[in-house]
C-alpha cells in the first residue's frame, strides 16, 4: 500500500525566507503533484513531475525516484503565500493517494 | 484556459434527503475523481473514474454513493440517503488526455455540502 508521508505539518516563517517541504511515498509512481489550497478551499495543482525539478516563479520542485522523495521550495516567501500544500503520489492506473498537507503561514 | 465546473456550490439538505453534485470535466480528459475534505481535515479519496465504470473506490465510497457520467459530459456523484458525516466539501479532479499517471490534475471549485 502506497503511503504518502509530509513535512512538517505547519510551518511558520517570516516574509522572504526560503522554504522546504518534503513529501516521502512508499511505492514507485508513474508522477507525483504538487497541489496548493488556499484557506478559501480551492485547490491549484502546482506542479506535476516524475524526474528531475521544476521551476515556476518562485516555487521549484525536485524529486529523486530513487529515494522516492520529492521537495517543494519557495524563495523569497511572501505572504500571500500562505496555504495548504499537499503532495500527492500517482500511480500507473491513474489512482492518487493525497499526502495529509503542509499548512505554511508566511508573517510579513 | 479550460476549467473543471462544479455545481452546487453550495447545497444544504437534510439528513436521509438524495443529493447530486456535478462536474463538468474538461472536454478530452479520461480520468475523474471525487474527493471529499471533512472541515479542518485532509483530502480524502473517494473514486476514481476512467472508461464509463469505476477504476478504484475508497472505503469511504460505500453503497450510499454513487457515480456516472450519463451524457458524456457531466460527471455526477450521488449520495442516496445523506448522514450528517457527509457535511464535507466535495472536489471533482481530472486529468488527461494522457493515459496513465503523467498528465496534471485540474480540480474544480468544490461543492460544499451541509447535512442538517
Known amino acids: 500500500k502506497n503511503e504518502v508521508e509530509q513535512s512538517p505539518q505547519n510551518l511558520t516563517a517570516q516574509e522572504g525566507e526560503f522554504i522546504t517541504i518534503n513529501c516521502s511515498y512508499s511505492?514507485?509512481?508513474?508522477?507525483l503533484h504538487w497541489l496548493q489550497q488556499h484557506p478559501g478551499g480551492g485547490i491549484v495543482s502546482l506542479f506535476m513531475?516524475?524526474?528531475g525539478k521544476k521551476k515556476h516563479g518562485r516555487l521549484i520542485a525536485t524529486i529523486n525516484i530513487q529515494e522516492k522523495h520529492s521537495s517543494l521550495h519557495i524563495t523569497a516567501s511572501h505572504p500571500r503565500d500562505s496555504a495548504v500544500y499537499i503532495c500527492?503520489?500517482?500511480?500507473?492506473?491513474?489512482?492518487?493517494?493525497f499526502g495529509k498537507g503542509t499548512k505554511l503561514s508566511v508573517k510579513p | 484556459e479550460p476549467e473543471v465546473t462544479q455545481t452546487p456550490s453550495h447545497q444544504v439538505t437534510q439528513m436521509g434527503q438524495e443529493v447530486i453534485l456535478r462536474c463538468v470535466p474538461i472536454?478530452?480528459?479520461?480520468?475523474f475523481y471525487w474527493y471529499r475534505q471533512i472541515l479542518g481535515q485532509k483530502v480524502e479519496f473517494l473514486v476514481s473514474?476512467?472508461?464509463?465504470?469505476?477504476?478504484?473506490k475508497s472505503e469511504i465510497f460505500d453503497d450510499q454513493f454513487s457515480v456516472e457520467r450519463p451524457d458524456g459530459s457531466n460527471f455526477t456523484l450521488k449520495i442516496r440517503s445523506t448522514k450528517l458525516e457527509d457535511s464535507a466539501m466535495y472536489f471533482c479532479?481530472?486529468?488527461?488526455?494522457?493515459?496513465?499517471?503523467?498528465?496534471?490534475?485540474?480540480f474544480g471549485n468544490g461543492t460544499r455540502l451541509t447535512v442538517t
Open positions: 513531475l516524475s524526474s
Open positions: 500527492v503520489s500517482g500511480g500507473s492506473q491513474g489512482n492518487l493517494i
Open positions: 473514474f476512467y472508461n464509463n465504470e469505476i477504476s478504484e
Open positions: 479532479a481530472t486529468r488527461g488526455p494522457i493515459m496513465g499517471g503523467n498528465s496534471p490534475l485540474h
Open positions: 472536454s478530452n480528459h479520461l480520468y
Open positions: 511505492v514507485g509512481i508513474s508522477a
